[in-house]
T-cell receptor, first 116, second 113 residues
Framework: AQKVTQAQTEISVVEKEDVTLDCVYETRDTTYYLFWYKQPPSGELVFLIRRNSFDEQNEISGRYSWNFQKSTSSFNFTITASQVVDSAVYFCALSEVSDRDDKIIFGKGTRLHILP | DAGITQSPRHKVTETGTPVTLRCHQTENHRYMYWYRQDPGHGLRLIHYSYGVKDTDKGEVSDGYSVSRSKTEDFLLTLESATSSQTSVYFC????????????FGDGTRLSIL
């Protein structure tokens, strides 16, 4: 069965520090997709990134970067030079691509506090 | 932003009453989902739809039913609300099955007294 673990329930860092959010997943499928979502204090859920299981290339988008490692079943998210606006709950999610399964499983989220 | 509207945005009701939440999309996406979000549990799937009149259960479907009579509308019904169903409910849509990202509505905060 698929599973997503975000072991860090809550993290606090001072502004401008770098911070990494961990995501570990379990799946028996060879084809799957991983996602990250952001939920700021206003409550909406914002899609950040999708990565498929055949593409282990790391991705960078501005201050955000993602490290996908199949060997450790991890898809970690790093924010460089954090800002107060990065304060949010971040969710990692996994989807197995098969005819039987149309669902995405979410981790329980990591609440990130960026202190000014 | 994806065109997803949830209504109502807030609702307070009493135990035992029926409640219907509506999700309306303007993107013509095939897939629609209902989640609930509770502290310590993240997002849990209630029901989802893969087409008009095609629905399936999610992880926490007991006490909930859904209907999708049109592509753009996905209704979630609590037949007889209980206090354990107090939660924030999110609707999501996606173009295709799980390989596509889901885009979420703004949520409905439901309180069952």
């Amino acid at each position: 069965a698929q599973k997503v673990t975000q072991a860090q329930t809550e993290i606090s860092v001072v502004e401008k520090e770098d911070v990494t959010l961990d995501c570990v997943y379990e799946t028996r499928d060879t084809t799957y997709y991983l996602f990250w979502y952001k939920q700021p204090p206003s409550g909406e859920l914002v899609f950040l990134i999708r990565r498929n299981s055949f593409d282990e290339q790391n991705e960078i988008s501005g201050r955000y970067s993602w490290n996908f490692q199949k060997s450790t079943s991890s898809f970690n998210f790093t924010i460089t030079a954090s800002q107060v606006v990065d304060s949010a709950v971040y969710f990692c999610a996994l989807s197995e691509v098969s005819d039987r399964d149309d669902k995405i499983i979410f981790g329980k989220g990591t609440r990130l506090h960026i202190l000014p | 932003d994806a065109g997803i509207t949830q209504s109502p945005r807030h609702k307070v009701t009493e135990t035992g009453t029926p409640v219907t939440l509506r999700c309306h999309q303007t993107e013509n996406h095939r897939y629609m989902y209902w989640y609930r979000q509770d502290p310590g549990h993240g997002l849990r799937l209630i029901h989802y739809s893969y087409g008009v009149k095609d629905t399936d259960k999610g992880e926490v479907s007991d006490g909930y039913s859904v209907s999708r009579s049109k592509t753009e509308d996905f209704l979630l019904t609590l037949e007889s609300a209980t206090s354990s169903q107090t939660s924030v409910y999110f609707c999501a849509i996606s173009e295709d099955k799980g390989n596509q990202p889901q885009h979420f509505g703004d949520g409905t905060r439901l309180s069952i007294l």
